[in-house]
């Protein structure tokens, strides 16, 4: 597609389920990052990755939180046993290569733990 | 440790006016910096960048300005336009390697007709 894709749009989990979310980035890009936006404050860092490996998951927040871009394209970002503090948009953004910014960004999963 | 800082959560102009949004940051190793605009339910969309050897960078209505000595960086959008009511982020990476941004908290602008 034109733009990076994320599915679902919008998930609502029980407290301790396990949540996987889904980023498909732009054709052709090597370089990818999930964020997590809680409500009124602007996106933090969780992991990046090169291709299909990951250099850098000093954003994540615990051990519950696991991601993959197993084949250097769509990424899955997983929470284990999630709480009610993992309840954040997740956002996903992709660029050429390393050096070539800006970033781009699907629109985000919104996640609700109940 | 907030290292970008968006100082301003709101701010209302006048349509065809000039919007000013200011960002501020702290680490001194940043050396690239982005704002992005954000409408509710959608992701954040680039709009302009800098990197730190320019202190201005102009794209139509918007131009950033880049002052390092003080760690500050402004938006200037003129004529502003009522599309232009948005979040803005300014976020600040070093240019190398893994680019993680790092955002500030946004700063609401609502242009009047």
């Known amino acids: 597609g034109a733009g990076v894709s994320q599915s679902p749009r919008y998930k609502v989990a029980k407290r301790g389920q396990d949540v996987a979310l889904r980023c498909d980035p732009i054709?052709?890009?090597?370089?990818l990052f999930w964020y997590q936006q809680a409500l009124g404050q602007g996106p933090e860092f969780l992991t990046y990755?090169?291709?299909?490996?990951?250099?850098?998951k000093s954003g994540l927040p615990s051990d519950r939180f696991f991601a993959e871009r197993p084949e250097g394209s769509v990424s899955t970002l997983k929470i284990q046993r999630t709480q009610q503090e993992d309840s954040a948009v997740y956002l996903c953004?992709?660029?050429?290569?390393?050096?070539?910014?800006?970033?781009?960004f699907g629109d985000g999963t919104r996640l609700s733990i109940l | 440790d907030q290292q970008v800082k968006q100082n301003s959560p709101s701010l209302s102009v006048q349509e065809g006016r000039i919007s000013i949004l200011n960002c501020d940051y702290t680490?001194?190793?940043?050396?690239?910096f982005l704002w992005y605009k954000k409408y509710p339910a959608e992701g954040p969309t680039f709009l302009i960048s800098?990197?730190?050897?320019?202190d201005k960078n102009e794209d139509g209505r918007f131009t950033v300005f880049l002052n390092k000595s003080a760690k500050h960086l402004s938006l200037h959008i003129v004529p502003s336009q009522p599309g232009d009511s948005a979040v803005y982020f300014c976020?600040?990476?070093?240019?190398?390697?893994?680019?993680?941004?790092?955002f500030g908290t946004g700063t609401r602008l609502t242009i009047i007709p």
């Open positions: 953004a992709s660029s050429p290569g390393p050096g070539n910014q800006p970033q781009h």
């Open positions: 976020a600040a990476s070093r240019y190398s390697g893994n680019e993680k941004l790092t």
């Open positions: 680490n001194s190793m940043f050396d690239y």
């Open positions: 054709s052709g890009h090597v370089s």
């Open positions: 800098i990197s730190s050897i320019k």
């Open positions: 990755f090169q291709n299909e490996a990951q250099l850098d």
